[in-house]
């Protein structure tokens, strides 16, 4: 049966064709598309290197998704000791506490993408101890940004240590780009690391357990898609602004749309963006952040086609879930059996 992915918006089975189909019951499949899906990951956060040394023996995994995801984190811890550390060790225990709850309250409600919290119930507060001051563990997100309008209530219920007016929110869906009005620079997520301790890690593997289906299915699809609506609104004109490419016409160092994603031919991407009321966003963190929001929806349709194959944990997932368009889905297989 093939999954309707427009229960979730017009655009959204488009959106999943940005990175291709793929057969969860054929495992050449999974090899294949999880090799290109976490290459293209590594090839923009740096990490290749790190990925490629150990993604050739997967092809004997017995569970080639949950294989191919660790390695994926795995090849991103690597590289990440070899960066120069950017927190100080207070600061890294304290986001590596939180984080560690938030994915707990994240895996249990079903909102994993993004996660909101009251930073007073948070470990230490969400506040570090920076030589003997309290300062915030996480970037304050409130400004209207690519994810959202901006979160400015409700306040924390009591008095925060270091300052906390606000709710804290990430989005943890886009690691490393976790902030909705911080993408026009470097990752932030990718300096989440200190001399002992990368709650940078942390991050990424909320990030793979969406890819892996039981994730993906516990993760309820209105919320990743509401971003979307919401990032595609405010970057769709800025990107439409842009030169399609054509072979043997394209003019070197400029910035173009090349099958869904930005391109810059024979040039840089690291140095182009785009600039809209909302900031400036730049093309690697536009390309990334899209592609998470494509492999999202693309592992969410292979799991819905193969719901029946899959293990029956997952299965119990489908079924007991919040979301009404996954529960039609599993109602239209249970009919067809």
Known sequence: ??????????????????????????????????????????????????????????????????ATNQTGVEAFGRWLRG??????????????????????????????????????????????????????AFYPDTAPG???DGWSGPPPR??????????????????????????????VGTR?????????????????????????LRQDARQVAAIYEHFAMHTAPLVARLPLYQPGRAAAGQLYRRAGFLYVHQGSLHLAGLSGPRGR??????????????CFFAVRRAALRALVSLPSDVQRIAETSTDPCLRRHVEEVARAV
């Open 1 to 66: 049966m093939t999954p309707d992915l427009t229960c979730y918006g017009d655009d959204i089975r488009g959106l999943a064709d940005l990175v291709g189909d793929f057969d969860f019951r054929s495992p050449m499949d999974i090899h294949a598309w999880y090799r290109v899906e976490w290459q293209a990951i590594a090839e923009l956060l740096g990490f290749s290197q790190e990925l490629e040394t150990t993604l050739a023996p997967l092809r004997v995994a017995r569970d080639r998704v949950a």
């Open 83 to 136: 960066q120069r550390p950017d927190l100080s060790d207070s600061h890294a225990r304290t986001q590596e506490a939180v984080l560690a709850q938030l994915l707990t309250t994240g895996h249990d409600s079903g909102e994993l993408w993004r996660v909101t919290a009251d930073t007073t119930t948070l470990a230490a507060g969400a506040c570090y101890d920076d030589g003997g001051q309290l300062r915030r």
């Open 146 to 148: 690519y994810f959202g």
């Open 158 to 187: 009591a008095e925060s240590a270091c300052g906390w007016t606000t709710p804290l929110v990430l989005h943890l869906g886009t690691f490393p780009w976790v902030y909705s009005s911080r993408l026009d620079g470097p990752a």
């Open 192 to 216: 989440w690391a200190s001399s002992t301790t990368a709650p940078a890690l942390i991050g990424m593997r909320a990030m793979a357990r969406l890819l892996d289906p039981g994730g993906n």
């Open 281 to 294: 966003i730049t093309a690697p963190a536009y390309n990334y952040v899209l592609r998470r929001f494509a």
